[in-house]
């Protein structure tokens, strides 16, 4: 079947740490993005992918960087910047930019030690 | 700047009552509108979405949508709640941009 696998699960950084969120799609699809989910906010657009090696901020990209080398990957690094990066990172995918129903990946929580 | 508003927080309902989540949104064009639900740890999964045509909308799950331009909204129904129905449900809106807009969400218990 189908889907978006987002690993590890769980994962913790030590304070001053870069971390990398795993992003991999099998549905073919052009559009990746990522959010990050805290609490009574709801969903919050850190970057999104249109198209392989090309890649743009969302609303909150501050100490955070991607890459879409390949169609089916995009990793999310969380860099030593982000000052408070405990939350719930979901990743998405999309047939095509533009308001398609987005595919959500199970997430991954990320804490801090 | 667009918005969403998801008012209600918290709902509680008996299991086998009516169920109605609130969905408003910021005035423009019709934007393309959906609802997801997200289980405890889990990603989000797609309910229904309007685009275009018959403003009440089927989803998975026996979940319906009314689309109400009068009204910018976009209300989340159910007859007949079931215990599994518990979980956090998020509206989202679309203006033929490359982005969704999502609300805060509102957490359904439901109780025996």
């Known amino acids: 079947d189908g889907g978006i696998t987002q690993s590890p699960k769980y994962l913790f950084r030590k304070e001053g740490q870069n971390v990398t969120l795993s992003c991999e799609q099998n549905?073919?699809?052009?559009?990746m993005y990522w959010y990050r989910q805290d609490p009574g906010q709801g969903l919050r657009l850190i970057y999104y992918?249109?198209?392989?090696?090309?890649?743009q901020k969302g609303d909150i990209a501050e100490g955070y960087s991607v890459s879409r080398e390949k169609k089916e990957s995009f990793p999310l690094t969380v860099t030593s910047a982000q000052k408070n990066p405990t939350a719930f990172y979901l990743c998405?995918?999309?047939?095509?930019?533009?308001?398609?129903?987005?595919?959500f990946g199970d997430g991954t929580r990320l804490s801090i030690l | 700047a667009q918005s969403v508003t998801q008012p209600d927080i918290h709902i509680t309902v008996s299991e086998g009552a009516s169920l109605e989540l609130r969905c408003n949104y910021s005035?423009?064009?019709?934007?393309?509108l959906f609802w997801y639900v997200q289980s405890p740890g889990q990603g989000l999964q797609l309910l229904l979405k309007?685009?275009?045509?018959?403003?009440l909308v089927q989803g998975i799950k026996g979940f319906e949508a009314e689309f109400k331009r009068s009204q910018s909204s976009f209300n989340l129904r159910k007859p007949s709640v079931h215990w599994s129905d518990a979980a956090e449900y998020f509206c989202?809106?679309?203006?033929?941009?490359?982005?969704?807009?999502f609300g805060t969400g509102t957490r359904l218990q439901v109780f025996p």
């Open positions: 005035y423009g064009a019709t934007p393309y």
């Open positions: 998405a995918s999309s047939i095509e930019p533009r308001d398609q129903p987005q595919h």
């Open positions: 549905l073919n699809h052009d559009a």
């Open positions: 309007y685009f275009s045509g018959d403003t």
């Open positions: 992918s249109q198209i392989v090696n090309d890649f």
């Open positions: 989202a809106v679309g203006y033929n941009t490359d982005k969704l807009i």
